[in-house]
């Protein structure tokens, strides 16, 4: 079994989280200028929001790719819940924001199902 899969999340990870240093360099800027503490509100800066919502969304992408990559490396099954979970966001990401990096998980989900789930839980 080649092991691919969670290394192309994580490769996703680290190109969201580096597009989001560059697209948003100004706001990371500001947020850290003001302090970071209480910087980001419902009804404030909507390029703030942005910033932290792009950046923060690299860490799941980080965490779920390595444990992807240690499952495959001990030739483990992948959970089932994994599967239909990132299987699931992919599919919601694309459909609420086509114009997005959400596509780029189609490879690895296409892989995971392909490779189908050890379990049901």
């Known amino acids: 079994m080649r092991v691919w899969i969670g ?5 996703i990870g680290i190109a969201h989280g580096a597009a ?3 697209a948003y360099r100004s ?3 500001d947020l850290v200028r003001a302090g970071l503490v209480n910087t980001i509100s419902v009804t404030g800066d909507h ?3 942005e910033a932290f919502w792009f950046l923060i969304f690299t860490i799941p992408l980080l965490i779920i790719g390595g444990l992807v990559d240690r499952m495959e490396r001990l030739g483990q099954p992948l959970p089932a819940a994994t599967v239909s ?3 699931g966001m ?3 990401g694309i459909v609420m924001m086509p114009a997005s990096g ?4 189609i490879v690895p989900v296409v892989g995971m199902v392909r490779r189908g789930p050890g379990d049901k839980g």
Do not use: C, N, P, Y
Request: charged share 15%.
């Open 7 to 11: 290394k192309s999340i994580v490769l």
């Open 20 to 22: 989001g240093l560059i």
């Open 27 to 29: 706001e990371i800027v």
């Open 47 to 49: 390029a703030r929001d």
């Open 85 to 87: 979970g990132v299987a």
């Open 90 to 92: 992919t599919a919601v």
């Open 102 to 105: 959400f596509w780029m998980l």
